[in-house]
């Protein structure tokens, strides 16, 4: 049994559960992970506060300390396998890749709402309202803006791939799922994303998951 162990919900939808898995895979780190299916039948907040303070996925158990909020534990990671670099080496880049780890975790409700994470699935034709619209647009500044400026030496936001890219790996996810227009920077952003062998391992173990999310598998078919 490992030392630490993640607590996430189901891959196929948990966004915030995906961010600390791919900085814990990234940093080499060895894991137990438990999956705790949300929107389940006799799955309640009770339940999942035995593991996570907050009530919520995900949470990170190293020994007697538990660490909750997606941000929080790749923090922890990156401080507790500092060799792995989670985040950039130069100061000006490492406070603007902070800064927009930050912005994803407190910003873009719209786009979350509008563009639900579901790996399982490509969908087509979903309604995009004008305030998801100005979420991706934002997002898509975000990623050419720290390409342009910091992206040297690698196809990630800061070259080599950091917390932040964790952060905004879901979001990627997202644009594939549902197809959604992107400029060239992030397109090959989103490309370079879903190639990462850690990515393309959730993703297969999200399609062998039992538990579904109706509301979630109901987006973009035709009478739902």
């Known amino acids: ?44 907040t009770l339940e999942i506060q035995r593991h996570s303070p907050s009530g919520k996925v995900p949470a990170l158990k190293h020994g007697a300390l538990t660490i909750w909020e997606s941000l929080a534990i790749a923090e922890y990671v990156a401080e507790s396998f500092p060799d792995a670099k989670l985040w950039p080496e130069a100061r000006d880049a490492r406070a603007v890749a902070r800064a927009v780890s930050a912005e994803m975790a407190s910003s873009f409700a719209a786009l979350r709402t509008a563009l639900p994470m579901n790996v399982r699935r490509k969908i ?59 400029d060239a920077v992030s397109q090959r952003y989103v490309a370079s994303i879903l ?17 579904i999310i109706e509301a979630y598998e109901a987006i973009g078919v035709v009478g739902k």
């Open 124 to 182: 087509q034709g979903v309604a995009i309202t004008e305030a998801a619209s100005q979420d991706i647009a934002r997002v898509q500044a975000i990623w050419n803006d720290c390409r342009s400026r910091f992206g040297q030496g690698g196809e990630f936001l800061f070259g080599r791939f950091s917390v932040a890219d964790a952060m905004y790996a879901p979001v990627a996810t997202r644009f594939d799922t549902y197809g959604v227009e992107l």
């Open 195 to 211: 190639a990462l062998p850690a990515m393309q391992e959730w993703i297969a173990k999200a399609k062998e998951e039992p538990h």
């Open 1 to 44: 049994m490992a030392e630490l162990t993640l607590y996430i919900g189901n891959r196929s939808y948990s966004s915030w559960s995906l961010r600390p898995w791919l900085a814990l895979k990234h940093a080499g780190a060895e894991f137990d992970e438990v999956v705790i299916p949300l929107r389940a039948p006799g799955v309640r």
